[in-house]
């Protein structure tokens, strides 16, 4: 029949087409699941296996069995005395690259890759593992530039990082490493600020920067007013959650039960209660527009907390402006009202 002059297309046989369709690509599947089975099982560890096994995880990357018969076959492999390690460790190197642009947060295939680099740690020599590992640094910075927030390729990137410096033979490389990852996770806030993977990396490059370069309590200094500044100028957006995180995290330099850990552990009680101070006042001027945003009275609040923490004492009038601060939050709160509640009960 048509409609308004157009033929209606036969929906059931395109539908029985599709099926069919379907049916053979899962026929083929198991077909191929049988072979790579059968040649696992017969100890079949060649090549033409190890093509077999690519095809498949090409189709299902998350069969995870898979992946540890493509670790025996490859190990296999590797074991024979005249084998070509390097050639064998960055072929199957190269053959993840696809997979890893059509399924970028399968934890199997990073995984799988991880495994592959410390093999080449193991059993190349110092120069070309560490020629290896360098150009996981490029690949990372590919995958983090089509997507800034994946968060596999941020924890891959940190991990590759330290194996970096563990495989660096002099200070002065290891330090110079650390300064260009400051400013790579510098580069990636700026490009979205929004990025709570990268202010999360900033946290652990600053800590370590620091540390390799024996800062001493005034350079630490600092390097906390710089990041204060930065922080202060992304928070244009205050309802951005992402920044209130590193501001958070910043506001752990003055908390006394953990200062030691941080950028800057030798603060004095004075020094860190006019930061405190500071941070309200900064804080407070950003309720001018955007008196509904929960985010900054949870930041009001806790910082406040924090001076009471600092001195040992709370006094009365910042005993009121937190319990201001709270009747505002439980309105703007209100699935987390039984928090505020009990927080609010616990300052009597």
């Not at 072979?35 to 560890?45: F, N, P, R, T």
């Not at 501001?247 to 603060?267: G, I, K, W, Y």
């Not at 405190?276 to 910082?303: H, P, S, T, W």
Request: with cysteine.
């Amino acid at each position: 029949m048509a409609s308004h002059g157009v033929p209606r297309s036969n929906q059931t046989e395109k539908s029985q087409e599709a099926r069919q369709q379907e049916l053979q690509k899962i026929e083929k599947y198991q077909d191929l699941g049988r072979q790579v089975h059968q040649k696992v099982s017969d100890h079949e560890y060649t090549a033409d296996t190890l093509k077999l096994l690519g095809d498949l995880l090409e189709s299902n990357p998350e069969y995870y069995t898979i992946w540890n018969y493509r670790r025996r076959v490859l190990q296999h492999q590797l074991s024979q005395t005249d084998a070509p390690q390097a050639k064998l460790l960055g072929k199957d190197l190269q053959f993840l690259i696809p997979l890893l642009s059509k399924f970028p947060k399968c934890y199997w295939i990073w995984n799988y890759r991880l495994w592959l680099l410390d093999e080449a740690r193991r059993l190349l020599p110092l120069p070309e593992a560490r020629k290896t590992w360098e150009g996981e640094l490029v690949l990372v910075s590919m995958f983090l530039s089509k997507d800034r927030r994946n968060f596999h390729a941020w924890g891959y990137r940190q991990l590759v990082f330290d194996t970096l410096k563990q495989l660096a033979e002099a200070e002065e490389t290891r330090t110079s490493m650390t300064q260009k990852e400051f400013e790579y996770s510098d580069k990636k806030i700026r490009e979205n600020l929004s990025n709570f993977s990268a202010w999360h990396y900033r946290t652990k490059i600053i800590q370590r920067l620091l540390d390799e370069q024996s800062a001493s309590d005034a350079e630490r200094k600092k390097m906390l007013d710089d990041e204060l500044d930065f922080i202060h100028q992304a928070l244009i957006d205050p309802r951005d959650q992402s920044l209130w995180f590193y501001h958070q995290n910043l506001m752990c330099v003055f908390d006394p039960s953990v200062a030691e850990r941080t950028m800057a552990p030798n603060l004095s009680v004075s020094d860190r209660v006019q930061y405190l101070r500071n941070e309200v006042e900064f804080i407070e001027e950003m309720l001018d527009g955007d008196e509904d945003c929960k985010y900054i009275y949870q930041a009001l609040i806790d910082c406040t907390v924090l001076v009471s923490k600092v001195t040992g004492t709370r006094s009365d009038s910042d005993r009121d402006q937190i319990l201001s601060w709270l009747s505002e939050l439980k309105k703007l709160d209100p699935l987390r009202k039984g928090r505020w509640v009990d927080f609010e009960r616990s300052l009597s």
